[in-house]
């Protein structure tokens, strides 16, 4: 069966390291914040100028002037730190970003990904994405493997306005680990009670699935 999106947080969540500086981008990769293994060191950075958010806050105790920058209500952890958006850009452009999950509307085969604008509907802006996919040291995406008509979102080249280049590292949908290589996507590991021969149907970028794949542990 496919991933929710918790799951799909859930798995990408094992991806972290001690140590690392994280940014999540809206939708899905927010969801990542909830699933920090416990006793793991993970900071997490917002563009809107947070170092050190914590899980979402439970119902009837959110602060309504605590927002992530999707403008969600979040909590902190102990040495949170507040500063203004130039300084969060500054981190982000030098560099000290070691992993971004982003969400996205398209990837491609070799790594490029669409995520800001899709033409004709109105944008309030590019955000945070472009300086992000430029400077972070690994992106990871997380999004559904099709889009809402059942048309795959792994293509051979995006359609969509690009935000990035050949940055995309490793892509979790409600299908699969893949993983961007200079041969393609490449299958790592699959949904439960998913088979590759569905996998391979609904993407239409090359995919190469050698051996066994396993299944996600959830």
Known sequence: MALTKEQIAQRIARELQDGFYVNLGIGIPTLVANYIPAGMNVVLQSENGLLGMGPFPPEGEED??????????????????????AMSFGMIRAG????????????????????????????????GAMDLVASARNI??????????????????????????????KIVTDLAVVEVTEQGFRLLER???????????????KLIAAGEIPEIQC
Do not use: Y
């Open 64 to 85: 309504p002037d605590l927002i992530n920058a999707g403008k969600q209500t979040i909590t902190t952890i102990p040495g949170s730190v507040f500063f203004d958006s």
């Open 96 to 127: 000290k970003v070691d992993l971004t999950v982003l969400g996205a509307m398209e990837v491609s085969d070799q790594g490029d990904i669409a995520n800001w604008k899709i033409p004709g509907k109105m944008v309030k802006g590019m955000g």
């Open 140 to 169: 990871i995406v997380a999004m559904m493997h099709t889009n809402p008509k059942g048309e795959s979102k792994l293509l051979p080249a995006c359609t969509l306005p690009l935000t990035g280049v050949r940055c995309v590292k």
């Open 191 to 205: 949904a439960p009670g998913v088979t590759v021969e569905e996998i391979k149907a609904k993407t239409a970028g």
